[in-house]
């Protein structure tokens, strides 16, 4: 839509130009002042440099827009990873060194929004290694039954923000709610046990 938008811009300071430049050209033309073919000069120079700004702008703004999609895929990329990060959790497989890749990836690549999420998971997650003291040097780390929902469910918060904004920045809206994204992902959630 910018594309179409600068084009007919363009067009329209096209026109604008070559009118301008043919009332001030008329006037010295009718005197003597301006031979006919310097007027058409004048007109052809304005008109090239006219298209030249347009065809400027419109590569600039085709290259805004692809370096703003490789961004955009590489957030995918790195919310993809995250995801499975996460859902790891209720596998019973820890995996520090995946940890920290997924926390550096998403210092660098995600919005504020999934930031603040995923900072909320990883504080649920904390919250149990502090209550189960056992599990807190184990590298197998199993998440105990009466607390999957609610992880679940934060695991779908986290995913709902990483859908919005992906999707936001393709121009598009993400109406899943983090209760049935987290359905989605668990078998076993449903959002009645995260109450």
Not at 64 to 90: G, P, T
Not at 133 to 140: F, L
Request: aromatic share 4%; proline share 3%; hydrophobic share 45%.
């Amino acid at each position: 839509m910018k594309l179409i938008t600068g084009a007919v811009g363009a067009v329209g300071l096209l026109v604008c130009g070559g009118v301008v430049v043919l009332l001030a050209v008329t006037p010295l033309e009718r005197w003597g002042l301006l031979p006919v073919t310097a007027a058409g000069a004048v007109v052809a120079a304005c008109v090239a440099g006219v298209a030249a700004l347009a065809a400027t702008e419109s590569v600039s703004s085709r290259r805004r827009h692809e370096a703003d999609q490789a961004i955009n895929e590489r957030r995918k990329a790195v919310y993809d990873q995250v995801i499975a990060q996460m859902v790891s959790a209720f596998t019973g497989r820890s995996g520090s060194r995946d940890e920290a890749a997924v926390r550096a990836s998403l210092s660098l690549w995600a919005s504020a929004d999934v930031v603040v999420e995923y900072r909320r998971f990883t504080e649920i997650i904390n919250e149990i290694d502090l209550l189960n003291p056992e599990r807190a040097g184990s590298t197998v780390k199993t998440i105990p039954a009466e607390l999957q929902p609610k992880i679940q469910l934060q695991v779908g918060v986290v995913a709902a923000a990483m859908r919005a904004d992906v999707m936001w920045r393709e121009g598009r809206s993400s109406k899943a709610s983090s209760e049935q994204i987290a359905e989605m992902i668990f078998n076993d959630y449903s959002s009645d046990s995260s109450k």
